[in-house]
């Protein structure tokens, strides 16, 4: 019997490289498929005139194409070309957009979908003024052509279904995933001494906050707390008179030494998705405090793994930060019910595997229908 063929459209940018390495591990060990990787990428110039999700005002004056648009057109030749040479049973995108470059084409093979978010969430929860309403509706018809859909949070699997028109039975929320085997969470006392070690991490400090943050060590959490801050982002020097910065750090030695030498992390974001950063904090055994947006209610659960204040709500940060730094037992209770969350939910081997059984139904029932 010959093995299906599956095709994976990845991307290599932002927090979709630690996904598309996951994939790519889970990959290596299913020998009951024959799979390809096809790698997504664009020009600079191409990059430069799309409309993106955190568009900023000037963005506007140039940012006038839509990816789908353009991956139906010229962008998507590399997808095509995949599809004319190793002729998939089954596809999969993570993101969407270049999922255009397919739907519409003659016979084209089933095809899944990962994403983090939808226009009309973005628009109606993080407003943006990214998207107007035929960019929605663009969107939309894309997505309700896809034969299953593998949102990151119910967050943006609440907006397939209402915003989008894609059946329930269409839909499976996969978190963000780890390789579980990477972390050694250390063990942790009731009777920590010192102050709480806050880890902050992410490369756009101001959306994500660090600032906000720096302020709150500085004035109430002063004597209670001590900030790293763990960042690419030139920016996050100018805060190292109030915290520890690491500037950019490997992610085997985040995972290995940085993480679990911390006691909580926080993410005060005014704008996320569904951040990985979570989901390894949970894996490292510590608890989280971070704005509840997007999908991250998903990732940390309010009072048992950490605590989701309003994004804007400072005091209900300070005082989630100062009652973990007072009451060490409650941290050290929500980072083991935090790696508990992580072993239930984040598992790339048990999540991607998921998966592919699901692609490897689909191009089942599509040669069955090719043979009737």
Known sequence: MNRPRLAFVLQDALGWRTYRAQLERVLRGREDIEARVVSVSLSRWDTLLHKRNNMRQRDHLFRRIDPIDAFSGRSGRTVRAMLSTFSPDAVHFAAHWPAAAIAQAPAAPPFTVTLDNTRAGIERDLPRDAWNPKDMAREAALLRGAAHMFP?????????????????TAITVMPPSIDLKRFRPEARSDNAPGKLRVVFIGNDIRRKGAARLVEWIKGPLADMAELHIVSGDPASRSLADHAIVHGRVPNDRLVGELLPSMDVLCLPTRSDMSPQVLAEAAAAGLPAVASAIGGIPDLVIDGQTGFTPD?????GFVQALGGLAEDRRLARQMGDAALKHAHAHFDAARNFNDLIDRLVSLASVDRGKELS
Request: proline fraction near 0%; aromatic fraction near 4%; glycine fraction near 10%.
């Open 311 to 315: 994004a804007a709500d400072d005091v």
């Open 152 to 168: 990151m949070s119910r967050w943006a699997a609440g907006s397939l279904r209402d915003d989008c028109g894609v059946a329930d």
